[in-house]
């Protein structure tokens, strides 16, 4: 790995050197100031902006904002300038090509009201938040008030075509193979498991780009597409920032700060992160068991209720130097740790199969969690005299450390019969590493054409130290049945060109990816070694017609895989039930996916209304399928002393199982009647075929094959209205509904739920309050139905229950009003080449 890594390390630091190196021009910063009045009544404006762009090199902006007295003094390189000072709802002050070699004093600047403007920008800050591009859609998220003290997870809760279930695991259109990225690359914030997202605070997130059918550009990881969250970073210069407090029911406070410090050679940019949550859950297990004429035997019940503390905290910092007007380079730091206390309290009911009570039994389980991450980039820009003509490079390093440690106490009720207490110490270490080069070529007349090549290595190494036994006088007594250590190795180096052209109203964007895959599993102590090398081409197409700025139509097709997670292949079985186990599968291979999209956008003046339709196929598809594991747990029957209840033993775990044809459409609609209010409705359905057979030697040693052929209709939709009530407060409220669905073993219920909230500036519109209730009916509960040839399982799983949540946020030198301008103004073609 080391030599993988050795020669794009050496190519970053002479690239590095080479750009720091003088320019010889030895010019020195002047000073650009100024004031800025109302025209009419002579007061000075506050949070005024002036804006110098290079006229040479239209790319180059600087600027900044004047101060309570209405001055401004920015530092900039000697040069020629086209001028702007805008405040909103005022109509903006321009001066082209200024020319100015020494400090400038542009005196006073008086501005006019611009009463069409005003009306403008109140209709724009209502617009529907979606963009339809040529490789993905955009969703502005900053103005949702339901989210207000919430997390990157409720934030994808949110989106249209994105679920994320009760477990916080996320789905895209229904499919859980999604490849999240922040900032368009892999990070530390994604963590070891989905419950790391929620450290990432709401409010630091810009927009969420929906990739349903990414380009040759992104990693083909993810069939269903990729999540890329886009956080702020503030372009205004000066100090700015905001501060959130939050506090909810159940237990659940914080806070999260975001600072940006820019001047004319750096911007120093940080958001810190302290959340403290107490998220009760609860589950039901309804077993009854049969023999192998499908008589029943027994019945069990089974009741969980969960209890999970976490106190998290994340920092990000981060140091961008603009070396000159046409390089930078930026330094940050992601820093996580978070700990917290698990306990899941379990009531097992038993009855014979008349259903006469046998045994009541207990089992406890208190998990102290320890989570740390950090992760440092780099990442250099040079931009060139051709607009678009840029190179990039990056180079990223994270190492997370998680310890679980479990004690499983179980006793027996009634003769408070006391059974073997267990423990449980799973230490899991991950080092990744990420080395990128990009570059970006416009050429033709007006630019309309783009060339695009890179490179991406990622070298990650996953090591999980599993131990079980039973605590005696408190020394650990190792079950090595039960015990092992994975060592885990994924090196992908991937290289990709792409070309794209726009004639007209026609655009194209084809593309081809290379990823060459060495992946590593070691069991150590059973001393099995599994390497798996392999070489796959993924090509993708991308087709765009613009019948106006209103109407646009895109078809794509693109090649994806989903590799499986350390979780899928560890194969150390879970033990909060001694029954119902999970364990993962280290022989798993990728599954990989042809897709095939058709999206449609279209804008009225009050409505915008956008669909696709989508076809993937996908072979190699991870099914989880239960089989019973021909061990039973024997418990002592105080009833009935030389006749112990059994309980046979199950397990879930993934395998290879079959093909799966997923085809569907899906709709958004947003309607804005009157200003201020905004009607959004969500739709997505669709059908998904699965069909394979499994064949496996039972614990009688007997060879069984099963079919799980399924054909599966889903659906969901989301409907969101926002609306003003008196007294200047917004309301919000978001309903979802997820449809029944089955697959080769399991029928899973209808889920309905519903979030709301209030919103309300005060403090002269630089502070927001915020009040909000997610699953207002308690009613999100995954309700599954599963059957096996000796076993029927009805289960009920809360993950989360009913939350209340009041916020407070703060913003300094970021008016309310040009926060929702700038979040909206500024927005990027529809269609364009750039892949993050």
Known sequence: MKRSIVLPLFLMAFLLSYAQRPSGRGQQMITISG???????????????????SVRRPEMVTGGISDVDGKFSVETMPGQYNVRVEYLSYKTYELKAQTYRSSTDLGKIELEIDAQMLEDVVVVGERTTVELRLDKKVYNVGQDLTVRGGSVTDVLDNVPSVTVDIEGNISLRGNESVRILINGKPSALSGLSPQALQQLPADAIE??????????????????????????????????????????????????????????????????????????GNALFEQENFDENRNTVSFQDEIRDYQRQDNSFNTNIGFEYFISETSSITNSLVIRNSDGENTVDIDFFNFDAARNPTIRRNRFTVEGETDENVQYSVNYKKTFEREGHEFTMDY?????NEIENSIIEEIILGEDVVLPTEQTINDETQVNQ?????????????????????????FNNFNTDFDFGVLEDGVLDRNPDFSNELNYKEYVNAAYVQLGTKVDKFSVLSGLRMEASDIGIELVETGQVDDKDYVNWFPSLFLGYEFSEEEQLTISYSRRLRRPRTRFINPFPSRSSNTNLFQGNPDLDPTFTNAFD??????????????????????????????????FVEIDNPNAPGNPV??????????????????????????????????????????QQLRGDYTYTNFQNEVITQNFDADNFTWFSRFSAKIPLPGAIDFQSNLFYRGPNKDAQNFNKGILSTNLAFSKDVIKDKATLSFNVSDLFNSRKRRTETNTNTVSTYSEFQWRERQFTLSFLYRFNQQQNQRQRNGRGGQEEDYEFEGT
């Open 35 to 53: 004031t800025v009045y109302d025209k009419d009544t002579g007061q000075p404006l506050e949070y005024a902006t002036l804006v110098l762009q």
């Open 207 to 280: 927009r969420v780009e929906v990739i349903t059918n990414p380009s040759a550009r992104y990693d083909a990881e993810g069939t269903a597409g990729i999540l890329n969250i886009i956080l702020k970073q503030s372009k205004t210069a000066g100090v700015n920032g905001s501060v959130n407090v939050f506090a909810g029911y159940p237990d659940n406070y914080g806070t999260a700060v975001s600072l940006n410090l820019r001047r004319d050679k750096f911007n120093i940019f940080t958001t810190t992160t302290y959340r403290y949550r107490d998220a009760p």
């Open 396 to 400: 990223q390093y994270s190492k997370g």
């Open 434 to 458: 990420l080395v990128q080069f990009d570059y970006i070529l416009p050429f033709g007349k007006e630019n309309q054409s783009q060339f695009e090549m890179g490179y991406r290595g990622t």
């Open 598 to 631: 058709l999206g449609y956008l279209k804008r009225w003046d009050k409505v915008t209304f956008t669909t696709s339709g989508y076809y993937n196929r996908s072979t190699g598809v991870f099914q989880f399928i239960t089989q019973e594991t021909g061990d």
């Open 646 to 687: 059994l309980v046979p033993v199950q397990v879930r775990t993934p395998i290879n199982l079959a093909t799966d044809s997923r085809y569907g459409m899906e709709f958004t609609t947003t309607y804005t009647p009157k200003r201020d209010w905004r009607l959004t409705l969500n739709l997505n359905l669709f059908q």
